[in-house]
C-alpha cells in the first residue's frame, strides 16, 4: 500500500510540474518571403524550422508574399578574453551577430532594423588545438540554432498592418 501510495504521488508531482512541448509556431501571417543570400545557412535553417514547425508556407515570390524577412547581416567574431601568465590566449569570447527587419506587402517595415547578438566563451589550449576548433565551430552552430529560434520567437508576437494590398 505504502509503495503504490509513493508511486501514485511520483507520478502526480511529475505530472503537474507544468513541461509542456513546445508545438507548432502560431506566426500571424499564412505565406512568408526571406530575402537573403543562397548561401546563408541561417535562412535555409530558417527556413526549414518554418515549413515543419509552422502553418505559415515560405514562398519564393515577395510580391505576393504577406510579409518579408530581410536578413541584413550575419557575422561571426572571435575576441581574446583572457592571457595566461606566459602571454598565450587562454580564453576565447565568440560572438554571433544578425540584423534582420521585416516588412509587409506594401513594403511597410513592420520590425525596423533589430539585432540578435549572442556569446560564448570559449577555454583554449594549444596542446588541444584541433578538439578547440571542433569545438568553436559547435559553439557557432549553437548560436545560429538559439538566433533561429529567437526570431521565430519574435515573430511570433509581432502585428501586422490592416490595410489591405496595393494592386
Do not use: H, W
Not at 501571417?29 to 515549413?51: E, G, H, K, W
Not at 540584423?99 to 511597410?108: E, H
Not at 584541433?130 to 509581432?158: F, H, I, P, S
Request: with cysteine; glycine share 4%.
Amino acid at each position: 500500500m505504502k509503495k503504490t501510495l509513493t508511486a501514485l504521488l511520483f507520478t502526480l508531482l511529475l505530472a503537474s510540474c507544468g513541461f509542456q512541448l513546445r508545438g507548432a509556431a502560431n506566426l500571424p501571417f499564412d505565406t512568408l518571403y526571406v530575402q537573403a543570400p543562397a548561401s546563408s545557412q541561417f535562412a535555409n535553417q530558417f527556413r526549414r524550422i518554418v515549413t515543419s514547425g509552422s502553418t505559415t508556407r515560405v514562398i519564393d515570390n515577395a510580391k505576393t508574399a504577406e510579409a518579408t524577412l530581410v536578413l541584413i547581416s550575419e557575422r561571426r567574431e572571435k575576441n581574446i578574453l583572457s592571457l595566461s601568465g606566459g602571454g598565450r590566449v587562454s580564453e576565447f569570447q565568440l560572438r554571433y551577430l544578425m540584423s534582420y527587419r521585416m516588412i509587409d506587402r506594401n513594403a511597410v517595415e513592420i520590425i525596423p532594423v533589430t539585432e540578435i547578438a549572442l556569446k560564448r566563451d570559449l577555454s583554449y589550449s594549444d596542446t588541444e588545438a584541433l578538439g578547440k576548433e571542433a569545438e568553436e565551430a559547435l559553439l557557432y552552430r549553437d548560436m545560429q540554432n538559439d538566433a533561429v529560434q529567437q526570431l521565430l520567437r519574435r515573430l511570433q508576437l509581432t502585428k501586422l498592418s490592416t490595410t489591405p494590398a496595393t494592386p
